[in-house]
């Protein structure tokens, strides 16, 4: 996904990728959530897990109305699911904060989700400005929006935790 270039001949190569992409954020969330020793984190990589099977959902249904009816049903992206675990709330955002700085684990987790998101929003943005269906076009900026959300998400919580990090250990490179 990253740098090498992906050619879709047909709608069906778009939304198998797609689907793939989301399968394997999935994976990752998962069995990041099986391995962390804390509970809020285990629940933050729980909540992220759950939309990437949201997205597969959703990617799978779409596909379907499309290719059962030629058509595309917005009402399918509107259909997505209620989140269980909000980080901004201040309580488990501090909650979540500490069981990161001490943890390598979830820190390094943390990292590769970054990478994942961008991967996942960029992969989404390059094929919308691909693809010549109007409707298929709009499906895929939904998805870059809503994985530039997540990855908003991880980059704020990876510079918080790093000037959290540097003030509690009185780094400053000045």
Same mark, same amino acid.
Do not use: C
């Given at each position: 996904?990253?740098?090498?270039?992906?050619?879709?001949?047909?709608?069906?190569?778009?939304?198998?990728?797609?689907?793939?992409?989301?399968?394997?954020?999935?994976?990752?969330?998962?069995?990041?959530?099986?391995?962390?020793?804390?509970?809020?984190?285990?629940?933050?990589?729980?909540?992220?897990?759950?939309?990437?099977?949201? $997205?597969?959902? /959703? %990617?799978?249904?779409?596909? !379907?109305?499309?290719?059962?009816? +030629? &058509?595309? *049903?917005?009402?399918? #992206?509107?259909?997505?699911?209620?989140?269980?675990?909000?980080? $901004?709330?201040? /309580? %488990?955002?501090?909650?979540? !904060?500490?069981?990161?700085?001490? +943890? &390598?684990? *979830?820190?390094?987790? #943390?990292?590769?989700?970054?990478?994942?998101?961008?991967?996942?929003?960029?992969?989404?943005?390059?094929?919308?400005? !691909?693809?010549?269906?109007?409707?298929?076009?709009?499906?895929?900026?939904? #998805?870059?929006?809503?994985?530039?959300?997540?990855?908003?998400?991880?980059?704020?919580?990876?510079?918080?935790?790093?000037?959290?990090?540097?003030?509690?250990?009185?780094?400053?490179?000045?």
């Amino acid at each position: 996904m990253s740098n090498r270039e992906i050619d879709f001949k047909t709608v069906e190569d778009v939304f198998k990728y797609a689907i793939l992409v989301e399968s394997r954020g999935y994976e990752f969330y998962r069995a990041t959530a099986e391995k962390t020793t804390n509970e809020t984190a285990r629940k933050f990589f729980e909540e992220f897990a759950e939309d990437e099977l949201d $997205h597969k959902r /959703i %990617l799978a249904d779409l596909y !379907k109305t499309w290719r059962d009816d +030629s &058509t595309w *049903d917005e009402n399918i #992206l509107k259909s997505g699911r209620e989140h269980g675990f909000d980080i $901004h709330d201040p /309580i %488990l955002s501090a909650a979540f !904060k500490k069981s990161l700085s001490t +943890s &390598t684990f *979830d820190t390094t987790a #943390l990292d590769i989700a970054i990478v994942l998101e961008k991967e996942a929003r960029d992969f989404y943005a390059n094929a919308a400005q !691909k693809v010549e269906d109007a409707e298929l076009k709009k499906i895929l900026i939904w #998805l870059s929006q809503f994985e530039d959300e997540h990855y908003d998400t991880m980059v704020k919580l990876h510079e918080s935790l790093r000037e959290e990090y540097w003030h509690d250990n009185s780094f400053w490179p000045f």
